[in-house]
């Protein structure tokens, strides 16, 4: 017999669209800015201590050009405005977000569920409130979710790995975790609290830092791109998708 289905939720980093690549890029163009607007030191130098800065303070840290011009030596900007470096490194970052893309296989896939089922479509993201909700509104996923089922760990008070935020999202819809989807890339994020709430379980396997980590409870699904999920869609849960 087939398996009820009632909802589908969805990581956002790494699934939705390569934050590996946009990091990369959003970093490069900043780099460029900075040194476009005066400061003389090799891309690449400055480059490698954003690189550290953002390591060392972590992504969300919200002053990283102001600590790399602090480590920067005095003689690459002296003579210069330091506020208008940082400026403009802050300014090429945010540019770069103007380009962010869903993974090629994200918008079919959110517009097929729509038009062919009425499932709730939902999101479970670790992150800051603004920044998370920002980057569905770039991405284009919006009009697709429904308006209860975004859940941003910031917003909830609980961060990811804690199964309680899948649980939360579920309640929220009023449904059982064992008849709601979760898909995601990280093996420790995304498949094991879920799995340890009876959820389905998705392992969408992106070309990332992930991309040779198995996670300790085996995922329901495994796949590198959600057109390989439509089948199992239709067939293990008689869904009306695909043709
Ligand atoms: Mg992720």
Redesign the pocket.
């Known amino acids: 017999m087939a398996r009820r289905l009632s909802a589908i939720f969805f990581?956002?980093?790494?699934?939705l669209y390569s934050?590996t690549e946009f990091a990369r890029r959003a970093r490069w163009n900043a780099v460029h800015a900075m040194v476009h607007q005066g400061l003389r030191l090799p891309v690449e130098v400055v480059r490698r201590e954003l690189d550290e800065v953002i390591a060392e303070f972590t992504s969300n840290y919200p002053n990283h050009f102001d600590k790399l011009l602090l480590r920067l030596p005095r003689e690459s900007w002296s003579g210069t405005n330091r506020g208008l470096i940082i400026a403009a490194g802050i300014m090429g970052y945010h540019a770069t977000k103007q380009e962010l893309k869903p993974f090629p296989d994200v918008l079919p896939f959110f517009e097929q569920l729509s038009q062919q089922t009425d499932l709730p479509l939902g999101i479970v993201t670790?992150g800051l409130e603004i920044k998370q909700a920002e980057k569905l509104l770039l991405l284009g996923v919006v009009p697709y979710l429904h308006p209860e089922a975004v859940v941003i760990s910031d917003q909830m008070g609980i961060s990811k790995p804690n199964p309680k935020l899948y649980s939360r999202a579920c309640a929220r819809l009023g449904l059982d975790p064992t008849e709601v989807m979760y898909c995601?890339?990280?093996p420790a994020?995304?498949i094991d609290p879920p799995n340890s709430l009876g959820m389905v379980t998705v392992r969408v396997r992106r070309d990332n830092r992930f991309a040779n980590v198995e996670s300790a409870t085996p995922p329901d699904y495994d796949i590198s791109s959600f057109d390989e999920l439509v089948p199992r869609l239709h067939e293990d849960f008689e869904l009306p998708v695909g043709s």
């Open positions: 990581d956002v980093d790494d699934t934050t670790h995601g890339d990280s994020h995304d």
